[in-house]
């Protein structure tokens, strides 16, 4: 059988059996009125998303591909005795094989290195990647691959549609990463030149890395039902600096949607500034509502989004909501050097988050997510300013403008209505 003729299979298995693998976010019927910065404040987003607020950690915000790669593969070559990473998309490429090599090398000189790639996201990889990693004594997992029997018992696909997009390396179970880079050339260089994806993460050290460290290794047993343990990935760790921060995962899995209340609350919360930066952002009315609300209060609601993008159909999703928002007094920019594919949103000046959800349903239900959000006037700051620095290189959208769309956009528009909860 052809490989043309086995992805048709795949592809026409999983459109049969894709309403069942759907899932929604939880209908939220009311908000508890808490503001950002009171007492109450904390307490309540931690008990909805099950995430604890954590001091003593030190953040570092990396932009772009010529900060993130250096950073993550000198932690890498520093590695001592463990190394763990989840990686959603890992395809070709210069950065690629570098990458591979670092990873090789830490195997070669005997450290535990366990690295788990989504079997969607890394279908590109080139095979003699995963070669090198085995033979040299890397463990290597593939995140819900499909196997021989789902084509027998084709309704077991399902799972297919539930895929592990979190980005998490950590380094010795002391140093920690994540945010929203593959690895791939795109993600290369500083984010304001065609083909090089304006992206952001961030660095941890401190107590905070142990909840890093949680999210991997749940997405580990749920791929090879091994529970991973002791000093070799959870080592007693000291206070590194004075930031407090939070790990927010999510998991359909096991039926948790902690992501999206985390940004409803943070919404709601909100009193002076919402800054979203996202590629993917296709809301629910939901958050629609507290976002329009929000403008109600006085909030300043800024959106940045791709101007160029690498999957049409969400672009059309998102642009067919764009109308209320706009009505609504939101603003939203579309940036144009690059691809944009950064997911953060800094809240009044001093609530700032870095992960990989996107403002979809497929983040917020189907998909494993990560965000890490920093209490910090220090690290919110120098968000903030990189998004408005970001929006000089954007293009500001307005409701007439939107309104005379050419009618080909708005047939393609119509298109996503029915598949926008899997987009």
């Known amino acids: 059988m052809g490989a043309n003729a086995m992805r048709a299979i795949i592809l026409i298995s999983i459109l049969m059996i894709l309403p069942a693998s759907c899932a929604w976010v939880p209908d939220i019927k009311q908000v508890p009125g808490v503001v950002l910065g009171e007492a109450s404040f904390y307490p309540t987003i931690a008990a909805h998303t099950d995430a604890p607020i954590i001091g003593g950690n030190k953040l570092e915000l990396l932009f772009n591909g010529d900060e993130i790669f250096p950073a993550m593969i000198r932690a890498i070559r520093g590695a001592r005795r463990s190394i763990t990473y989840a990686q959603y998309l890992y395809e070709d490429g210069p950065i690629a094989h570098e990458m591979a090599e670092v990873l090789a090398e830490r195997c070669r000189a005997g450290l535990t290195v366990k690295l788990l790639i989504d079997s969607h996201g890394g279908g ?9 990693w085995k033979s040299s004594g890397c463990d290597l997992q593939w995140f819900r691959r499909i196997q021989l029997f789902q084509f027998i018992t084709p309704w077991e696909l399902f799972s297919y549609n539930y895929r592990n997009h979190r980005r998490v390396l950590v380094i010795d179970g002391e140093i920690g990463f994540t945010g929203g880079h593959g690895v791939k050339h795109t993600w290369t260089g500083n984010g304001r030149t065609e083909n090089h994806w304006r992206e952001t993460d961030v660095r941890v050290e401190g107590p905070i890395v142990q909840q890093l460290q949680a999210a991997f290794v749940e997405s580990w047993r749920q791929t090879t039902g091994h529970m991973l343990g002791d000093d070799l990935f959870f080592p007693a760790l000291r206070p590194r600096g004075k930031s407090y921060a939070q790990v927010v995962k999510s998991s359909p899995f096991g039926g948790t949607h902690q992501s999206y209340l985390l940004f409803i609350l943070a919404i709601t919360a909100a009193r002076k500034s919402i800054y979203i930066t996202n590629p993917y952002f296709v809301p629910d009315e939901r958050l629609i509502e507290e976002l329009l609300n929000a403008v109600q209060r006085g909030v300043r609601v800024v959106v ?33 050097p690059a691809l944009l594919h950064a997911k953060t949103m800094v809240v009044d000046g001093v609530w700032a988050l870095v992960g990989t959800t996107n403002l979809d349903n497929r983040s917020f239900a189907l998909n494993e997510e990560i965000n890490l959000i920093a209490y910090d006037t220090e690290a919110a700051g120098q968000l903030e300013k990189v998004f408005l620095e970001d929006l000089r290189y954007a293009k500001k959208l307005d409701y007439e403008s939107w309104k005379a769309r050419p009618l080909g956009e708005k047939i393609m528009e119509l298109f996503t209505i029915p598949i926008k909860d899997h987009l």
Do not use: C, H, N
Not at 124 to 132: A, G, T
């Open 304 to 336: 940045l989004g791709p101007g160029k993008i690498d999957w049409m159909l969400v672009y059309r999703a998102s642009r067919r909501g764009f109308g209320t928002l706009l009505k609504g007094g939101i603003e939203i920019f579309e940036y144009q």
């Open 124 to 132: 590109k990889m080139p095979k003699e990647i995963p070669e090198l």
